[in-house]
């Protein structure tokens, strides 16, 4: 199909280890965000982009976490140091302009367990 | 009913009974609001969206009523079915910002055939 696309679905590493986590967007889409979800909680913003740009960093919460987006599509966000609390679905969405008022498209995650 | 704490709030109905999904938002400057659901293992969905120059939205069973005066929003969901079991969020979305929509708690919908 011509959904969002996140990969891999399911990651388990060790504490310490290092991951990298994968979004395909919808073709064409201007905007990317990342959120993370924890077991019953809401989504928590964690990066935006603008094309290849990042204006909105600021729901990384530690220098662990870092993002980057190239040639306007996929993106990648990596987890240095893995921790426990890292746990969680970490959900990719994409939407046609960014900046507007616009619907996000979302993948069906990536859930994340640091044992 | 509905039940709240550290699990998500809850609200079980009957096949067929009218659901009623609250959500309260924070921003006063927030002007655009979207209902998604999400069923288990997969993303977000949209399901309507409202501006803030409107007080009700229909859609194919769904319906979302505004009121800023008190920064509450609803979903009502018609005759409500199995199929619509799910956690729902809302978002708020302010215009002049950065337009990145901030995702309230959800409320997990169990429908009883």
């Excluded at chain 2, 609001?33 to 293992?41: A, D, H, N, T």
């Amino acid at each position: 199909g011509a959904g969002v696309s996140q990969s891999p679905s399911n990651k388990v590493t060790e504490k310490g280890k290092d991951v990298e986590l994968r979004c395909d967007p919808i073709s064409g889409h201007t905007a990317l965000y990342w959120y993370r979800q924890s077991l019953g909680q809401g989504l928590e913003f964690l990066i935006y982009f603008q094309g290849n740009s990042a204006p909105d960093k600021s729901g990384l919460p530690s220098d662990r976490f870092s993002a980057e987006r190239t040639g306007g599509s996929v993106s990648t966000l990596t987890i240095q140091r893995t921790q426990q609390e890292d746990s969680a679905v970490y959900l990719c969405a994409s939407s046609p302009q960014g900046r507007i008022r616009e619907k996000l498209f979302f993948g069906s995650g990536t859930q994340l367990s640091v044992l | 009913g509905e039940s709240v704490g550290l699990h998500l709030p809850t609200l079980s109905v009957q096949e067929g009974d009218n659901s009623i999904i609250n959500c309260a938002y924070s921003n006063s400057a927030s002007d655009y609001f979207i209902w998604y659901k999400q069923e288990s293992g997969k993303g977000p969905q949209f399901i309507i969206d409202i501006r803030s120059n409107m007080d009700k939205r229909q859609g194919q069973r769904v319906t979302v009523l505004l009121n800023k005066t008190v920064k509450h929003l609803s979903l009502q969901i018609a005759a409500t079915q199995p199929g619509d079991s799910a956690v729902y969020f809302c978002a708020e979305t302010a215009s002049g910002g950065s337009y990145i929509p901030t995702f309230g708690r959800g409320t997990s919908l169990i429908v009883h055939p």
